[in-house]
């Protein structure tokens, strides 16, 4: 069903110049019908709830896997009309992640860029990533920060990285400090269903939270279908096609099934995070 909750395009040809020239565009503007994002929470809080004792609420990555009622979000025309405008009419979900900070003690997370992850999976590597506010998120409660241009630097989204406390952060790597300027940082303050949306080699973090607020985000990201799935990454990871045509000749995954029996080979190798 078209999109009549807003108008199209959903981003000015401003905003996308905005999002190529910096890597990141942050909109405070709602994403989903007010309905459709209530249904969207409640169903995470559900997720939340019967998470397995002692798994921490940062790593609920790649959940539609086995949850294929959240194709009824990742296929929105609302989210969808997002990242046409930067993405091209033909669309790919490539993957999704709640990354939910606890209040008082949820991880920080390591200066890092998402391609670093994703570097035998994608060619060529043009993803973009709707980061959808659950809870508010601000700076005290350990908000994204991002570092303006760092997508367009000569690592291209391959920095190097160094090893941090595993213990601490949701990552246990982090950028080596000489190839980050944070003073450069934006933080990306949002309430709930507000966005931001980040190319997929910018340098991003955050800090740990430590208020008593919780922070959760609903990362969903997409790719054009002429971006191939490369096929060593087809053994431990699905893409799925969101709208238009297949670009590149590859198959995609059936958002009306559950991949449990993939899933767990997937963290059986040590796919997990990203």
Same mark, same amino acid.
């Given at each position: 069903?078209?999109?009549?909750?807003?108008?199209?395009?959903?981003?000015?040809?401003?905003?996308?110049?905005?999002?190529?020239?910096?890597?990141?565009?942050?909109?405070?503007?709602?994403?989903?019908?007010?309905?459709?994002?209530?249904?969207?929470?409640?169903?995470?809080?559900?997720?939340?709830? /019967?998470?397995?004792?002692?798994?921490?609420?940062?790593?609920?990555?790649?959940?539609?896997?086995?949850?294929?009622?959240?194709?009824?979000?990742? +296929?929105?025309?609302?989210?969808?009309?997002?990242?046409?405008?930067?993405?091209?009419?033909?669309?790919?979900? +490539?993957?999704?992640?709640?990354?939910?900070?606890?209040?008082?003690?949820?991880?920080?997370?390591?200066?890092?860029?998402?391609?670093?992850?994703?570097?035998?999976?994608?060619?060529?590597?043009?993803?973009?990533?709707?980061?959808?506010?659950?809870?508010?998120?601000?700076?005290?409660?350990?908000?994204?920060?991002?570092?303006?241009?760092?997508?367009?630097?000569?690592?291209?989204?391959?920095?190097?990285?160094?090893?941090?406390?595993?213990?601490?952060?949701?990552?246990?790597?982090?950028?080596?400090?000489?190839?980050?300027?944070?003073?450069?940082?934006?933080?990306?303050?949002?309430?709930?269903?507000?966005?931001?949306?980040?190319?997929?080699?910018?340098?991003?973090?955050?800090?740990?939270?430590?208020?008593?607020?919780?922070?959760?985000?609903?990362?969903?990201?997409?790719?054009?279908?002429?971006?191939?799935?490369?096929?060593?990454?087809?053994?431990?990871?699905?893409?799925?096609?969101?709208?238009?045509?297949?670009? /590149?000749?590859?198959?995609?995954?059936?958002?009306?099934?559950?991949?449990?029996?993939?899933?767990?080979?997937?963290?059986?190798?040590?796919?997990?995070?990203?």
């Amino acid at each position: 069903m078209a999109n009549t909750f807003f108008p199209k395009p959903r981003l000015s040809t401003a905003q996308v110049e905005v999002y190529n020239h910096e890597g990141y565009l942050i909109s405070h503007h709602d994403v989903l019908p007010p309905d459709k994002f209530s249904g969207l929470k409640t169903h995470f809080e559900k997720k939340l709830a /019967a998470l397995p004792d002692g798994s921490r609420p940062e790593g609920m990555d790649v959940p539609h896997f086995t949850d294929p009622a959240l194709f009824e979000w990742l +296929f929105a025309d609302e989210v969808l009309d997002l990242v046409e405008p930067i993405l091209g009419s033909d669309l790919a979900l +490539f993957s999704s992640h709640f990354i939910c900070k606890p209040k008082g003690d949820g991880r920080r997370v390591p200066w890092h860029e998402d391609s670093a992850y994703w570097k035998e999976m994608l060619e060529p590597m043009e993803v973009a990533t709707i980061w959808l506010a659950i809870d508010p998120s601000t700076l005290i409660n350990g908000c994204m920060q991002v570092i303006p241009r760092s997508h367009n630097t000569g690592r291209q989204g391959f920095s190097d990285y160094d090893p941090v406390d595993a213990s601490k952060n949701v990552f246990p790597t982090e950028i080596t400090k000489t190839q980050r300027d944070e003073d450069r940082a934006v933080a990306c303050e949002l309430e709930p269903n507000q966005c931001s949306i980040h190319d997929g080699r910018i340098i991003h973090g955050s800090k740990a939270n430590t208020s008593n607020i919780r922070r959760c985000g609903y990362t969903m990201r997409y790719i054009s279908t002429a971006t191939k799935l490369r096929e060593r990454a087809q053994e431990y990871h699905k893409i799925y096609l969101a709208r238009g045509r297949d670009l /590149a000749n590859q198959s995609y995954a059936d958002p009306t099934e559950s991949y449990g029996d993939f899933l767990q080979h997937r963290l059986k190798i040590g796919k997990r995070g990203h």
